[in-house]
C-alpha cells in the first residue's frame, strides 16, 4: 500500500499491530471495510482473483442497511433501456457510466440468479427479487464468500491511516490495532439511516488525508405533513396508488417555484409521506422549507382521469346516499377520502366540479424533509476526481473506494442498489489489476469453510430496535 500514508504521521492509541490472517500465506492481503453491497462484491471479486480477503464492518452483522432496503421489497435494479438507467445519474452520470456499462442491471440479476434468486420485471420495470426479501439472498451470498475464503470480522470500526501502509481498526474492546494489506477497499456507505451502520464517521479518517469529499447531505427524503390526529391514528402505514405530486404551478402565467411534479405509490406515515414521487420532489423542497418555513404541495389522486371525466361521475350522486358513501362508491379509498378531508378541513365540497378539482388538486402543507436519519440514501461523498478510473485514490495509491460513499445521487428505482454492486465490483477489479492478479473462476471451496453456516442474520424488527 501507499508510501505517502507515511504523511500522516503515526498513531498514539494503537495497542499492537497485526497481520492476522495471512502472516504465512503467499497471497496477497486485501482488507474490504465495509459489509454493504458494495463491499462484499468487491471481497468477492477480490477474492476470485486470488487475494485472501477480510471484511471489516463496525456492526455485529453484515449488510443492514440491504436487510432493510428487503423490507420494502428489495428493488434491486431496474429493466429500462441502458442509456435511460445511465441518465439517472443526473450530473454524474458521465463519472458513472463506465461502471454501469461494465457491471449492468442484467449482471446484477444474473448474479442473483446464481445465487438462488429469480428477479422478475414489476409493473413500472423494476426489477425485485421472486422472494421481494434481501435475506434469502445475503445467506446464499455469505456461504459462497465464505467458500471463497472471505473472511468477516464483525464490530470493528475503520478510524484511518496511519504510518507507511497502516489501517487503524478499533476492536469492540474500544482498543486500536494496526493492521497492514497490500490493498485496501473502502465501501462504508453514506450517512443516511446511521443506525445501520453507515454514518459518515468515515469522512473524518479520509479528509485528514487530504481526499477531496462533497459535505453528505440527505436525499430520496419523506415529506413531513401535520396530519390530523384522526387521520394519523387511522390511516398511517396506509399506500396511496398511483398518485401525481405537484410542486409548483404548471400555469405558464403563474409566479413562484418551477413546477416539478413524480407519480407513484406513496405511504402515509406518522409524520408525512414516503415513496417515490415523495422522494423524487424532496430535494427541491428541501430548499423551500429552509429555515423552518413551510410550503404547499399538490396531490393528483387520479393522474389518469380528466377533471371534467370526473366531475361527470361526481354529478350522479343518488340524493339519499351519503356523501363518504358515494365517494366511495366512486371508486375513492378510506384513506384517499381522508386525505381530501385533511386537505379541506372545513368539510368535502358538495358540488360535483369543485370536488372533481379537489381530487385532482388536494393541497397538503408541506412542513419539512427528513433529515439524514430517515432518508433512503445520502448525496454528496468521495469526489470522483479524487479517484482514477479503477476507484483507486488518487492520493492514497492501493486504496480503493466503491458505492454510496463516491459522490453521486440518484432516485430510487433500484439504481442505488445497481451502482453500490457496479462500483463495488469495480474497486475489485482495479485492486486486482493494482497487485497483477487477474480474475479468474471461483477456486475450489477451502476446506476450512466448507459447510459454513452465516450467523444469525436480524430480522426487520430487530433491525428497527437494534443498535448493535
Ligand atoms: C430503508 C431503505 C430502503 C432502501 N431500499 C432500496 C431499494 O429498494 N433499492 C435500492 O436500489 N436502494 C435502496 N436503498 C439504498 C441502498 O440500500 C444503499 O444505496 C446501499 O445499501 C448502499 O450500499 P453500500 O455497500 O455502498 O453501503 P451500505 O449498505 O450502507 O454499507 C456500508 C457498510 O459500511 C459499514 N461501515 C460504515 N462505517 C464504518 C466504519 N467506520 N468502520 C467499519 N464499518 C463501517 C456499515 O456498517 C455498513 O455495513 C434503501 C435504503 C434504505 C435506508
Known amino acids: 500500500m501507499a508510501k505517502s500514508l507515511s504523511s500522516l504521521g503515526a498513531v498514539k492509541t494503537i495497542a499492537k499491530v497485526t497481520k492476522p490472517y495471512f502472516q504465512s500465506d ?34 455485529a452483522s453484515p449488510a443492514r442497511k ?66 421481494f426479501k434481501a435475506s434469502p439472498l445475503l445467506r446464499a451470498w455469505l456461504v459462497r464468500l465464505a467458500s471463497l475464503g472471505v473472511a468477516i470480522e464483525p464490530r470493528q470500526s475503520f478510524v484511518g491511516f496511519a504510518g507507511e501502509d497502516g489501517l487503524r481498526i478499533r476492536g469492540s474492546d474500544g482498543v486500536e490495532a494496526l493492521h497492514r494489506f497490500d490493498v485496501v477497499i473502502l465501501a462504508l456507505g453514506g450517512a443516511s ?76 406515515t406518522r409524520t408525512g409521506l414516503e415513496g417515490g414521487p415523495a422522494y423524487s420532489l424532496s430535494s427541491r423542497l428541501r430548499e423551500a422549507v429552509d429555515g423552518g418555513q413551510s410550503t404547499v404541495i399538490h396531490v393528483d389522486l387520479r393522474p389518469d382521469t380528466s377533471q371534467e371525466q370526473l366531475a361527470r361521475k361526481l354529478s350522479k350522486r343518488p340524493p339519499k346516499q351519503s356523501h363518504a358513501t358515494f365517494l366511495r362508491r366512486a371508486g375513492l379509498s378510506p384513506t384517499e377520502i381522508g386525505l381530501l378531508r385533511e386537505a379541506s378541513p372545513t368539510g368535502l365540497p358538495r358540488d360535483a366540479s369543485v370536488m372533481a378539482y379537489l381530487i385532482k ?13 430517515r432518508a433512503i440514501s445520502t448525496a454528496g461523498g468521495v469526489s470522483f476526481d479524487a479517484c482514477d478510473r479503477n476507484l483507486m485514490l488518487r492520493l492514497l495509491p492501493g486504496v480503493f473506494v466503491a458505492g454510496e460513499m463516491l459522490d453521486f445521487d440518484a432516485p430510487t428505482g433500484g439504481y442505488l442498489l445497481q451502482a453500490a454492486f457496479a462500483t463495488g465490483r469495480a474497486a475489485g477489479l482495479g485492486a486486482a489489476r493494482y497487485l497483477g492478479l487477474t480474475e479468474r473462476d471461483a477456486p475450489s471451496v477451502w476446506p476450512d469453510h466448507a459447510g459454513f453456516e452465516p450467523r444469525h442474520l436480524p430480522n426487520s424488527l430487530e433491525l428497527a430496535a437494534s443498535n448493535k
Open 193 to 268: 439511516w446511521p443506525r445501520l451502520g453507515s454514518d459518515g464517521s468515515w469522512v473524518k479518517g479520509l479528509s485528514a488525508a487530504g481526499v477531496a469529499i462533497n459535505p453528505l447531505r440527505p436525499a430520496n427524503a419523506g415529506l413531513c405533513v401535520v396530519w390530523s390526529a384522526l387521520y394519523r391514528a387511522d390511516f398511517e402505514g396506509q399506500p396511496l396508488k398511483n398518485v401525481s405530486l405537484r410542486y409548483g404551478s404548471t400555469d405558464d402565467n403563474a409566479t413562484g417555484p418551477e413546477p416539478a411534479t413524480a407519480r407513484g405509490d406513496i405511504v402515509v
Open 66 to 131: 440491504f436487510l432493510m432496503a428487503g423490507r420494502g421489497g428489495l428493488n434491486i435494479t431496474h429493466s429500462e433501456p441502458l442509456e435511460r438507467f445511465i441518465s439517472r445519474y443526473g450530473a454524474r452520470a458521465p463519472q458513472m457510466e463506465p461502471f454501469i456499462r461494465a457491471w449492468p442491471p442484467q449482471a446484477l440479476r444474473d448474479f442473483c440468479a446464481e445465487l438462488g434468486e429469480e428477479t422478475f420485471v414489476g409493473s413500472s420495470g423494476r426489477v425485485f427479487p421472486k422472494s
Open 26 to 59: 503467499a497471497r496477497p492481503g486485501c482488507a474490504v471495510i465495509g459489509a454493504g453491497p458494495a463491499g462484499l462484491i468487491a471481497a468477492e471479486t477480490l477474492a476470485r482473483a486470488g487475494g485472501l480477503v477480510t471484511v471489516y464492518d463496525h456492526k
Open 361 to 373: 388538486n388536494a393541497p397538503l402543507i408541506v412542513a419539512g424533509v427528513s433529515g439524514l436519519e
